[in-house]
């Protein structure tokens, strides 16, 4: 097995929506099909333990996770889908990245330092109050799932860049006190991908409690639809499409032309109404396939589990020997 052209986690919390679709599972999934290209697309379960403590949350959106990607077409036989917890070279990479990591380049992580600042404004007398040894190390966990492939770019949101440039100095000094077996992985942030708006105007996010789930039931999705904030113009009056959410979610899908066409609807007047039914009934169109296939899925869990299993031993094919190379360079095994 070749090393990752790209390689990208995805943390298995909370139920999968329409924002993570257009920001991160299309793009995804178009290029899992691309033939030239190794690329590795795996569940972050370690990552996941980090917030949560409820197992049956964790399992549950790791299943959900797995079957909305696979339902949306990820070609999971051309590029390489697993789990993080199947590939036990991660966690003791993880160890040995730790070993190289200053801890002063940890005291600067972002989440870390949110945490810490949190503490601090609610008065509490230990800064470091609540804050595990998980969540400070977490970009070296990050780092390891990333070198343990020696991935070349790694596509990521905004806000993970700082810890790819984490990454990229713990990999800088592995190489430097050992032996340069890793290469320096580049971030990607894709700018074109669509940041979608949510129920209430802002970004679509489980932190703001304003997403519209991939697969629920029609009905309920009809419902969300209908709760999609708009202003209070009337049926017949011109409308702005760039500050209408409604707008923005169709445009997310729909093709440049009829983009175009809408946007005059717009101009001309589109009744809140209209507008808001014709929307549920594009996505509906869209989703009503993989809907399907996604149900059938979570139906039988255990299929999921083999096409993730397929992948782990994929990807242990260049994780196992590559271990072992490591392992020898920094002195540990091979007495003989
Ligand atoms: N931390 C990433 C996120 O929250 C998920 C992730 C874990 C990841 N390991 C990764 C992303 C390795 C890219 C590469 O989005």
Known sequence: MKNADSLTGIT?????????????????????????????????????????????????SALEIAAAWIALGLDYENCIFY????????????WILTCVTAKGLMNRAHAYKASVAENEEAGNKDPDKGITMGLFSYPILMAADILMFNARKVPVGKDQVQHLEMTRDIA??????????????????????????????????????????????????????????????????????????LFAIYKAFASEDQTKAMEERY???????????????????ILEEPRQKYNELIQNPGDIDTILMQGAQKAREFSVPFLEKIRKTIGIRSLG
Not at 16 to 44: C, D, M
Not at 83 to 94: A, F, M
Not at 267 to 285: R, V
Request: proline fraction near 6%; charged fraction near 25%.
């Open 83 to 94: 789990r993080q917890s199947d590939i036990p070279e991660i966690p003791e990479l993880t």
């Open 172 to 245: 800088a000094r592995f190489n430097h006190i050992y032996k340069k077996l890793f290469i320096l992985p580049e971030v990607v942030v894709d700018e074109s991908s669509a940041v979608l708006s949510g129920l209430d105007g802002r970004k679509m996010s489980k932190s703001y409690n304003n997403t519209i789930p991939l697969f629920d039931t029609q009905k309920q999705l009809r419902k969300l639809i209908m709760k999609i904030k708009t202003n209070s113009l009337g049926p017949d009056e011109p409308k702005d499409p760039s500050t209408c959410t």
């Open 267 to 285: 101009n001309q007047g589109i009744a809140w109404g209209t507008m808001k039914q014709e929307l549920f009934e594009y996505i509906n169109e």
């Open 12 to 60: 298995t919390s909370g139920t999968p929506h329409l924002g993570n679709y257009v920001g991160a599972i299309r793009p995804a999934v178009e290029s899992s099909k691309n033939k030239a290209l190794t690329s590795y697309y795996f569940l972050a379960d370690y990552h996941s333990i980090i917030k949560n403590n409820d197992p049956k949350l964790r399992r549950q």
